[in-house]
């Protein structure tokens, strides 16, 4: 099953649709058709999907005001020997707040901007690391 815009362009493939006791629940969940084309352009070229890997452990990183919390960035609490962030000179402590040109507030938005990227893709990582703003040049590595 595909998902289609207004004007029938394919903007994503159905991998999950929710299914309770009744049956299905009219709910799916698709992965974008530009996630889609990189996988298949990979399998045709190659054979196999060249997914980026970075080589962090982090998690979602909060801010409070006025009484809310929202989250503000992906805090590194490990790095992979020979990662691609450790090549960068990327840290622990350091916080991912944008990669790629799209910013990321969360873990799971690191993880999905990532999905769209491939192997030995050079990108900017932009980080606050103690009160600096800085750009990391990264080339991704592959997950295996």
Do not use: C
Request: aromatic share 2%; hydrophobic share 45%.
């Amino acid at each position: 099953m595909h998902r289609a815009d207004a004007r029938a362009r394919l903007i994503g493939i159905t991998t999950a649709i929710a299914v309770s006791d009744v049956g299905a629940e009219g709910l799916g969940f698709a992965i974008p058709i530009d996630l889609a084309v990189g996988v298949v352009t990979d399998i045709i070229e190659n054979g196999k999907v060249d997914h980026a890997l970075l080589g962090i452990r982090g998690s979602t990183v909060w801010a409070e005001e006025g009484g809310a919390e929202y989250p503000v960035g992906v805090g590194v609490t490990g790095i992979s020997p020979g990662s691609a962030y450790e090549e960068a000179e990327g840290q622990i402590n350091d916080v991912i707040v944008e990669i790629a040109g799209t910013q990321v507030n969360t873990i799971d938005e690191l993880l999905a901007t990532l999905r769209r990227l491939r192997a030995n893709d050079i990108v900017n990582i932009r980080i606050l690391r103690a009160d600096d703003d800085l750009l990391l040049d990264v080339e991704l590595g592959r997950l295996e």
